[in-house]
């Protein structure tokens, strides 16, 4: 067991006369047991730095450690990592046994029947022992996930590395697989990287998540840190379904002025804003609030353009202006109770309350300002 | 033979229209009312009337050999009867000309005497089991060294090297040559006053050595230059067969601690079982042929001394020797090896459902 660091990693790929940056200066540290979630969209470079720590990419600059071992130049086979791919890469030819049994054969001098012992146990433990002697070609998506599973644990590695190991199970199997990997990952206490570009996987599995954009990090923090303080606007964006509402607006006096509504705000959020102007205001749907009647600044009278209900909830697409074309027009996305009665063409009144919204800088895109972790833990409390 | 007539109308019009019958195999379907127009079929239009014979007959084969199986036979009793006459029909044919004593310049074999004098003749023959024995070693030996150096070849230029199209070209080219230009570039390199073979040798001070002239050498030349020729064509079929292996059981295999070696031994090299045994049918097959690269070499019937394979000592015995008999003895025997190659391998592909 120990820490995995990872310090100012950079790849490039060469293709042709142009240098491609696939992961840029990223620089995280992993703590012994914590299982860290790398999400991101595709071609983020989550996988490339993945497979920078099991060593089948080479790394163009950086170091990365594992306790006090600088591994940048220590071959795969020698850095006591086991990896989860994500089409399993069980060995057909062999029987679930035998791929089980590879691993310890190949990086240990264990003798035969101490690693047959191992790999009972651990089939045990995956509740796999029936298994054993099949070919991966028998077995279903979820029993080679699990065979790929053991393949890693049995090895007893000091980092387990899984790349989208569930991406390829149906849905209800997945969340059954999420929650046993947590399981497993607790008991067995071993530092875990897991890549996935889902994220439902991100926000409930890790200790902690790492988002990347463009091969660049842009956050690493505890899943509702990521969730309720966002960095940048790419987090707020990535993170919840349906995803953050955006309008631009500037800053004018005590006013956010957008295309389509005025939006007073107080001298607090006013201070976090400094001089920027241009601002980008979010708001996550859940925290908009349909109320009665219009009373106040923050409240808006609106249209109902389309409802999708999902059985616990109804998302609603808000229409400031009912006569706009339903194209271009700001649309504000809510989430509604699902045994609230809405239909399409509906005039509501919308409340975005002045604690849970968002500024971000236009440019940079970087967070001024954020609803704050207690409030948001106190309207859950509330509700 | 109206009736008959009557089918093959009715399959024809089965294949014109979109008919729901059509391949559920179904007898007892004849009389349902047709769902294109309210056709009803010949049973029903003459009720009361028993099937004939033909038909019943017919039923009967269909029911047997699947549905459609007379009605598709204008498609395949052609080609049927050519391979029939003149591979099976010849092999027959051959076979019985082995069971006579036909010989020298007799008009016809004679076919009303018929033994197995021919195959006791072979078995005393200490040259036809000379030459038994090195067919069976230039089988063996030419088959195992040229996928081995096929294998080689393509794990080599699958390691993503550069000019890999290049390579794999120049590997394949010999393929493409025929026996007669590859037996004349080894005579020349095997020549032995100025081949390069003994001048290669003949820098580290060995040599010269009579390649074609030492019996206990000539059949090892003759596998070394096909070889030469084949392993272009195994590299192919590895290639194609590590294409097919996903990259991530290479990294699998190097994050579970294996060399490179143990890698390709234990987790590559297991995967190839198709392509190997793919491979190695062509390459007894083309093993089996040899008979013209060796009568290229000598430009005649009788290969250099330790060289003579069954080929050429049947094609010797019937031409040159005019023992028609047991000449197609010999041939016999050769076929018998043939078929001893393929026969598993068909029943192997059979039973993975690849026939």
């Not at chain 1, 600059?61 to 594992?66: P, V």
């Not at chain 2, 550069?162 to 570039?185: C, D, G, H």
């Not at chain 2, 030349?221 to 030469?228: E, Y």
């Not at chain 2, 049918?281 to 009568?295: N, R, S």
């Amino acid at each position: 067991m120990a820490t995995l660091e990872l310090d100012s990693i950079t790849k490039t790929f060469q293709d042709g006369d142009d240098e491609i940056v696939a992961v840029d200066d990223i620089s995280m540290s992993i703590d012994d047991g914590e299982f860290l979630v790398v999400v991101g969209p595709s071609g983020c470079g989550k996988s490339t730095t993945l497979r920078m720590i099991a060593g089948l990419e080479t790394i163009t600059s950086g170091t990365i450690s594992l306790g006090d071992r600088v591994i940048n130049d220590v071959p795969s086979q020698e850095r006591d990592i086991a990896m989860v791919f994500q089409s399993y890469a069980l060995y057909p030819h062999m029987t679930v046994r035998q791929n089980m049994s590879f691993g310890l054969e190949e990086s240990t001098d264990l003798p035969d029947d101490e690693i047959s012992r191992m790999v009972s146990e651990t089939a045990d433990l995956l509740d796999i022992p029936s298994l054993l002697d099949r070919k991966p070609s028998d077995l279903s998506g979820g029993q080679q996930q699990r065979v790929a599973l053991g393949r890693a644990i049995v090895r007893d590695p000091e980092v387990f590395l899984m790349d989208e190991p569930l991406s390829n199970l149906d849905a209800k199997l997945r969340a059954q697989m999420r929650t046993e990997l947590q399981r497993l990952q607790d008991d067995l206490g071993v530092t875990t990287v897991y890549v996935t570009h889902d994220q439902t996987e991100a926000m409930t599995m890790g200790d902690r998540i790492a988002i990347l954009d463009g091969g660049e990090l842009q956050q690493i923090a505890t899943p509702l840190e990521c969730y309720h303080e966002p960095a940048n606007q790419f987090v707020a964006s990535f993170l919840g379904e349906p995803s953050m509402n955006f309008f631009d607006v500037t800053l004018e006096g005590d006013r956010l002025v957008g295309d389509a509504f005025e939006y007073p705000v107080g001298a607090e959020i006013r201070d976090d804003v400094g001089d920027v102007t241009d601002l980008v205001l979010g708001i996550r749907p859940e925290s908009v609030e349909l109320v009665e009647a219009a009373g106040g600044d923050h409240d808006f009278e609106m249209t109902v353009d389309v409802v999708e209900p999902m059985g616990d909830e109804n998302t609603l697409y808000l229409q400031f202006d009912p006569d706009a074309d339903s194209e271009g027009a700001a649309t504000l996305v809510a989430t509604t109770d699902g045994l609230t009665p809405v239909s399409s063409g509906e005039a509501v009144v919308a409340r975005i309350p002045e604690e849970a919204i968002h500024l971000f800088d236009r440019n940079t895109g970087e967070a001024l300002h954020n609803r704050s972790m207690e409030e948001a833990a106190q309207q859950i409390d509330l509700s | 033979m109206s009736n008959f007539y009557q089918r093959v109308r009715r399959a024809i019009n089965l294949s014109a229209s979109d008919d729901q019958r059509v391949g559920d195999g179904d007898e007892g379907g004849r009389d349902a009312v047709r769902t294109d127009g309210g056709v009803v079929s010949e049973d029903s239009r003459n009720p009361g009337s028993e099937p004939g014979v033909l038909d019943r007959l017919a039923a009967g084969i269909d029911g047997r050999l699947g549905s459609d199986f007379l009605e598709s036979s204008i498609f395949w009793i052609p080609p049927f009867l050519l391979m029939g006459l003149f591979v099976y029909g010849a092999v027959i044919w051959n076979f019985l000309i082995s069971l006579t004593d036909y010989q020298r310049f007799a008009n016809a074999p004679d076919y009303s005497n018929l033994d197995f004098e021919m195959y006791t003749r072979a078995l005393a023959d200490s040259g036809f089991i000379d030459a038994a024995v090195n067919t069976f070693i230039l089988l063996v030996a030419f088959t195992a060294g040229t996928l081995a150096v096929g294998l080689i070849l393509a794990i080599l230029i699958d390691r993503g090297i550069r000019f890999e199209n290049s390579f794999r070209t120049i590997y394949l080219l010999p393929m493409s040559l025929s026996f007669v230009v590859t037996a004349q570039f080894w005579l020349w390199i095997y020549n032995f006053n100025n081949g390069i073979a003994n001048r290669v040798i003949g820098v580290f001070g060995l040599g010269p050595i009579s390649w074609l002239g030492d019996q206990n050498i000539v059949l090892w030349a003759v596998i070394f230059a096909l070889m030469w020729q084949f392993s272009g064509y195994a590299m192919v079929v590895y290639l194609a067969g590590l294409r097919a292996i996903p990259d991530e059981h290479y990294e699998a295999a190097k994050v579970d601690g294996a060399s490179t070696l143990k890698m390709y031994w234990r987790v590559i090299i297991p995967q190839l079982k198709g392509a190997t045994i793919s491979a190695a049918v062509v390459l007894m097959v083309f093993g089996m042929k040899a008979f013209d690269f060796l009568y290229s070499l000598v430009g005649g019937y009788r290969p250099p001394n330790g060289a003579d394979i069954l080929a050429t000592k049947m094609v010797r015995e019937a031409y040159a020797n005019l023992n028609w008999a047991y000449g197609a003895a010999i041939a016999i025997v050769l076929f018998a090896m043939a078929l001893g190659v393929i026969g598993p391998y068909l029943v192997y592909e059979f039973r993975r459902n690849n026939l």
